[in-house]
């Protein structure tokens, strides 16, 4: 407890930020979206990124455990712990370079996705990772978890999508990551101090045990469980195409905080779809709809989204969504799969629909779609798939479901 006191006060002599050591601080901050609580011994919210150094060497100075944070919208209780945590959500929040032609975006963590994509609207462009939680979750938290989204058959996982990172290291010392040639590796390597000491110690994990990572890591690439070190193995890909570089910032996106805290994020972004349609395809029950997911996905979707009876059910006990699924569906069936579509005209996209209901036609699917070309009633659609989670945490009684599994995954011919 000395230890802890002391390092708080050394800190607060270190910096502009603030420290919070209140307790009604520690207890707003000892939970986040997940089931979980863990008070923290402090809060301290950095105003620039010397504050964030500071906190981190002086941290390792005194063996104080750190966690970094955005908006904690998690929900395997990934923001919490006891440590001091670092919010950045409240000054590290700025978008600090745009690049339209080379098609990156340079921002802080704690700029949320929502509002970064509203500044890359106007550009034609968008960050192609769309978790549900976009309206709140920061960036630092969205590369941390290795977030993905409806989208993800076209955009994969954010490590797809992180290019370069300004990062600090668990001594204090800064690190700038990002793609590195084979040729120009080994002067990296030679650097001196910890970053040097990772070059070469991720290099030799990586190729040393390139069996044993293969082995061991999901055939399927949606998934964020562990660390990327099936990045830095050559020929290693699992569907969705990668950067053959050296790029320790692939290994950050997904770490959960624990390697490098980060204070500058170099992103790729991607070009908004010029139209988009939705074709709502019913189904009478959960094993077909699932059954017919690999079926489906031949037709070259941009997304597929299931409300399951559940969400439907939810949905209709509340008159505003209950008028929305009035909208687009049809009857009273089991669940609905949501297949988006992407096209440069309304008939392209109208064509693309039907190709999918012959196709379904063709396999033997009995289903009945209802097509949403109007960006109106697709955003019906969109709001209604939205806010299941909301909905069920809405549930009223001591009975309700408890989220402590961020996302579950397994290859589409499994489900």
């Known amino acids: 407890v000395q230890n802890v006191t002391d390092f708080l006060a050394d800190l607060r002599l270190r910096v502009k930020g603030e420290l919070r050591t209140d307790t009604y601080s ?61 919010d950045f959500s409240r000054h590290l929040d700025a978008i600090l370079e745009l690049n339209t032609e080379e098609h990156w975006v340079r921002v802080q963590p704690g700029i949320v996705l ?69 040729d120009a590796l080994s002067q990296y390597q030679k650097k001196s101090g ?76 991607v070009d908004l779809p010029k139209l988009t349609g939705l074709a709502v395809v019913h189904f009478d029950s959960l094993y077909e709809a699932l059954s017919s997911v690999p079926i489906m996905l031949s037709t070259q979707p941009s997304a597929i989204e299931l409300l399951d009876n559940l969400g439907l059910t939810l949905c209709r006990g509340v008159p505003q969504y209950a008028r929305l699924l009035s909208t687009f569906v049809d009857g009273n069936p089991d669940c609905v799969l949501i297949t988006e579509f992407r096209g440069e005209t309304e008939a392209e996209l109208r064509s693309k629909v039907e190709t999918l209901k012959q196709t379904l036609i063709r396999q033997g699917v009995e289903t009945r779609t209802v097509s949403a070309i109007d960006p109106v009633l697709q955003q019906n659609v969109w709001n ?26 397994v290859p589409p011919e499994h489900l």
Not at 39 to 61: C, G, K, R, W, Y
Not at 214 to 243: E, M, Q, V
Not at 393 to 404: L, Q, V
């Open 26 to 86: 520690r207890i707003l901050y000892s939970t986040d979206a997940s089931i979980y609580q863990v008070m923290p011994h402090a809060v301290f919210i950095p105003q620039n990124s010397d504050d964030v150094q500071a906190a981190v060497t002086l941290a390792a100075e005194r063996c104080i455990p750190i966690v970094p944070r955005t908006a904690g919208s998690s929900l395997a209780g990934q923001a919490i712990g006891e440590a001091l945590i670092i």
């Open 114 to 182: 929502d509002e970064l994509n509203l500044y890359l609207k106007p550009h034609g462009l968008q960050f192609g990772p769309d978790p549900a939680s976009s309206n709140r979750a920061a960036m630092g938290g969205i590369v941390s978890n290795n977030s993905t989204g409806s989208h993800s058959i076209m955009y994969g996982m954010t490590a797809d999508h992180v290019l370069e990172l300004e990062t600090f290291l668990s001594d204090g010392s800064c690190a700038h990551l990002g793609p590195i040639a084979d």
């Open 194 to 269: 910890l970053e040097g000491a990772l070059y070469r110690g991720v290099a030799d994990l990586s190729q040393n045990n390139a069996k044993t990572i293969l082995a061991g890591t999901p055939k399927h690439w949606r998934r964020c469980g562990g660390y990327n070190l099936d990045r830095f193995i050559d020929g290693a890909s699992f569907g969705y195409p990668r950067d053959p570089r050296f790029n320790l910032a692939k290994l950050i996106s997904g770490s959960e905080g624990t390697l490098a805290v980060m204070t500058e994020l170099k992103l790729g972004v």
């Open 384 to 409: 209604a798939r939205k806010v299941g989670l909301g909905l069920m945490m809405s549930i009223k009684g001591d009975y309700k479901p408890i989220p402590f599994i961020e996302d579950a995954a």
